[in-house]
């Protein structure tokens, strides 16, 4: 099993933190700081025991913060190259992986847009940036990431109707790298979203998350199945 996170330093700046568990403890695995200024790690997803990828943000001097991608045999970490644009801050948020692939996802910003969705995917080495849909006038986030029966990507987050300040949930396919929108279940005047996505091994996907009536309501557990 394996946890990745963040640790803080007495001056304040954080590291990348991963962790495995034996069967019988946890013991911390050395990974790579990129950012002078700062790492974390926000997803993992581990294939066997030396196959486990970790993938986050580091941050530098200034703007923007760039996306983290590692690799671990089991005993330490090294970089996988992520793509990078200079004018925009990618947040990577979710990583699937398979023997012969990669696709981390997330969302990016710029100093004058609203938050769109961030897929970086390719073969097991250095990933492109790959084009995908986002649901207009609304700030966009994936936050789950799945590989399904059929080898098609899957992620899952929200989206932020700016005017009205309520969320949906944001679904997206892809396949040979085209990327478009599935429709979800339509949750009117609820801030609703979904968190993570995994696949069924026989078939079919299951997607978690939640929703709200607002108003700093409470919220519940929304699960959606696709068949």
């Not at 069967?23 to 030396?50: L, R, T």
């Not at 045999?73 to 644009?85: H, N, Q």
């Not at 478009?180 to 968190?195: E, H, I, R, T, W």
Request: without cysteine; aromatic residues 8%; glycine residues 12%.
């Amino acid at each position: 099993m394996w946890a990745v996170g963040a640790q803080q330093d007495s001056s304040g700046v954080w590291h990348t933190l991963t962790e495995h568990w034996d069967g019988s403890s946890w013991s911390v695995v050395p990974a790579v700081d990129a950012g002078s200024s700062g790492n974390h790690f926000y997803a993992v997803k581990a294939n066997a025991s030396n196959d486990v990828y970790a993938v986050g943000q580091s941050a530098g001097a200034g703007f923007p913060n760039t996306a983290l991608i590692e690799h671990s045999d089991g005993k330490r970490g090294s970089l996988v190259a992520s793509p990078a644009d200079p004018s925009a801050t990618a947040l990577p948020l979710g990583v699937t992986a398979t023997n012969s692939s990669l696709t981390v996802v997330g969302q990016q910003e710029t100093d004058t847009a609203p938050y769109t969705t961030y897929v970086a995917a390719g073969a097991l080495g250095p990933l492109t940036l790959q084009s995908t849909q986002n649901v207009a006038l609304a700030e966009n986030d994936l936050f789950g990431v799945t590989t399904a029966l059929d080898g098609s990507t899957w992620a899952v987050g929200w989206a932020l109707d700016i005017a009205a300040g309520v969320h949906a949930p944001l679904i997206l396919h892809g396949l040979q790298g085209v990327w478009s929108l599935v429709a979800s279940p339509s949750f009117p005047n609820l801030d609703s979203g979904l968190a993570f996505i995994a696949a069924v091994p026989g078939g079919g996907l299951w997607a978690v998350g939640v929703t709200s009536a607002g108003n700093n309501s409470n919220y519940s557990t929304l699960i959606e199945f696709h068949p």
